[in-house]
C-alpha cells in the first residue's frame, strides 16, 4: 500500500492536492482513499491530507503514522513542532520539499535517515498560491511511479472542471513542469508494509518530572494566556499598512479583524500585532481607501538562514 501525508497552510491547496493524487490513482487502478485534515482554523494554519492507495480493499483507517512519502508543500512548517511533519519517517521515507534551498541542506537540518527531494520554488509559485497544492501533487506522481503525465492531466482537469479553462490550462502545466523537475526520482517512493502487532516493541519511556503548572503549561492550566500563543507563525502572507492613504476611519479594521490583533492608536492610525495576525486578509477585503497591502511573508524574513 502507498501512504502519502502532505503539509501545508490553509489556502495553499493542501485538500485539492490530495483530492488530485487521489483521483491520479484511482485512474491508475488502484482503491484510495484520501481527507484533509484541519481544525476551526484555515488560512495560514497548518494542516495535512493524507491518501492511501492499493489494489485490494483498504481497511486501514486514521491518520498515516509510517508515511511512505510525505509532501510538504510550504517549508516553513518544518520547524512547527505542531505540523508534525517529520512524524513517523524513517529511512523507508521519501521527503518531497518544495524549498529554495538544497536537499543537502535540509538533510543536513533534519538528521534524518529519509530520502530528501527538493522541488524549486519559482517566481510564479509566489504569485499564484492556490496552485502549490497541484504542483506538488505533479511532483508526488512522478515519485509514485505508476501515474502518468495523462492520468494526472485528468484528475487535475476533473478537480477543476468549475474553474475557467486558462486557469484549468496552467495548473495543468505546472503541474507536468514539477513532474518533469523530479524525473531522476522516478519510481523511487516503494509501497509499505504496516507492521504487524506481533511485531511490536515497547519503547525506552524518559522520566520527566513534573513541574507546577505555571512554568511546565501556562497554556493549558492557567488563564488569560492566549497572548503566549505565537499565531502569527501561521501567516503566508502579511497586512501592511499604507498610513498616507490611511482615512482614519479607526473602525473598520479593527472590527473585521477576527483575532482582534488590530487596535487603534491615539492618533487614529491602526497599529497591527503581527506576533497574532495569522494573515487571513480580511481586512484587506474590508478597507475602503485600499491602505492595507497583502505581501508575502518571505519578503520579511531571511530564508537563507
Known sequence: MYR???????????????HVLGNALFHSGYEVQDAPRYGA??????????VRADRQPIVERGVIQRPDLVVVIDDT?????AAAVTQGIDAHTTLLIRSAETAATWQHRLNTPARVICLNVTEADAVVLSRLGIICAGAAARLLGVITEATLQRAIEEELHEWPVKIIALNVENAHAAY???R???GCVQEGVQPVARDYARPDWIDLPFDVADIAAPVIHAGATS???RTGLWRSHRPVMHTERCHRCWWICSSFCPDSAISVGTDG???IDYDHCKGCMVCVAQCPSHA???VAETQFHDTSQ
Do not use: N
Not at 41 to 50: H, I, K, T, V
Open 4 to 18: 502519502v501525508r502532505l503539509h501545508g497552510r490553509g489556502g495553499q491547496g493542501v485538500k485539492t492536492a490530495g
Open 41 to 50: 482554523e484555515r488560512r495560514g494554519a497548518p494542516m495535512f491530507s493524507y
Open 77 to 81: 512548517l518544518v520547524a512547527v513542532p
Open 180 to 182: 518533469t523537475q523530479v
Open 184 to 186: 531522476e526520482y522516478a
Open 227 to 229: 497572548v503566549e500563543v
Open 269 to 271: 492610525y491602526p497599529a
Open 292 to 294: 492595507i497591502e497583502a
